[in-house]
């Protein structure tokens, strides 16, 4: 009966132990590393606080306008569930493979290199049923397990929203930072101010904002019609001491170049210069 009381006597101050001593402070997740055949010199985000707003549009200009400036470019698409950069480039038939554990991603015809969701499942139309813990670990895979080479620019194609793939990025990767894609409905103040909080609060630097869908010109006359009503770039941009990176149009050639899989060899030149600019001044 004695050993019995001693050993409720030890249980109890272990618990007593556990209850009241010291907590351990809560450890930042570790971020994630390439692997010793990849070199990426730079990782910059293309965000937006709500979808529909053209955050994969964004990234491949900016990602065709980098190869063209002679860089060497890479897309990781970290929308893992509506994933549209392979079909964009022309790689949506092509899969990746793995050699000696590591993914290796596609290129397109102006030799830019994707990671995608789409480049691993049986078809493109295939749905991504994952939960939040696996769709992080594609992320890590596609960032850590695959084989990027040497890299100027590694673009990451963000979700919509602030989700758990935007905290995976902003928290595991060397994000350097981040583009904010917007449009100019009246809701937009609150959408990048959404965006630009989410930055701040991972210390990731914005570098400016994009308005996409800002207009359309008239194939007869030439007139700028803002069917949004007049832009909002200059005013949000202000409201939160952002960089206002340009406007891109309404045009019908942009989603003819992105079905038919040509973006890189012909997407017209001289889009969102300062955007692009903002990148090759890192």
């Known amino acids: ?17 556990a209850l009241h001593g010291k907590k351990k402070e809560p450890q930042p997740p570790a971020g994630f590393e390439l692997n010793q055949h990849s ?69 397109d015809a ?15 139309t295939d749905p991504v049923l994952w939960r939040g813990p696996v769709v992080a670990g594609a992320i890590q ?5 695959c ?5 100027d620019y590694l673009l990451i194609d963000m979700p919509p929203g602030t989700g758990d793939v935007a905290l995976t990025v902003f928290q595991s990767l060397p994000v350097e930072g981040v583009v904010i894609v917007s449009s100019p409905q009246d809701l937009v103040q609150m959408v990048v101010g ?22 359309i010109t008239c194939p007869h006359c030439d007139e700028r019609i803002e069917p949004y009503g007049p832009s909002k770039l200059a005013e949000t941009a202000a409201a939160f001491n952002l960089k206002p990176l340009g406007q891109l149009p309404m045009d019908a050639t942009f989603a ?27």
């Open 194 to 215: 959404k965006a630009v909080r989410m930055a701040e609060m991972m210390h990731v630097p914005v570098l400016g904002l994009i308005e996409n869908m800002a207009y």
């Open 110 to 124: 102006n030799g830019i290199k994707i990671m995608s969701a789409n480049l691993v499942l049986q078809n493109e």
């Open 141 to 145: 895979q596609f960032y850590s397990q």
């Open 1 to 17: 009966m004695a050993d019995v009381d001693i050993d409720r006597e030890a249980l109890r101050k272990e618990i007593d132990a």
């Open 147 to 151: 084989n990027w080479g040497d890299l």
């Open 39 to 107: 070199s990426v010199k730079h990782v910059i985000g293309v965000v937006s606080g709500k979808g529909g707003v053209g955050k994969s549009f964004v990234t491949g200009i900016l990602a065709t306008n980098l190869a063209r400036a002679g860089k060497r470019v890479g897309i990781l698409d970290g929308d893992i569930t509506g994933p549209s950069i392979p079909r964009m480039f022309g790689i949506s038939d092509e899969r990746s493979y793995g050699v000696e554990e590591q993914l290796i991603p596609i290129e």
């Open 256 to 282: 003819q170049i992105a079905d038919k899989g040509t973006f890189s060899t012909e997407l017209p030149e001289g889009l969102v210069p300062d955007a692009t600019q903002s990148v090759l001044d890192l």
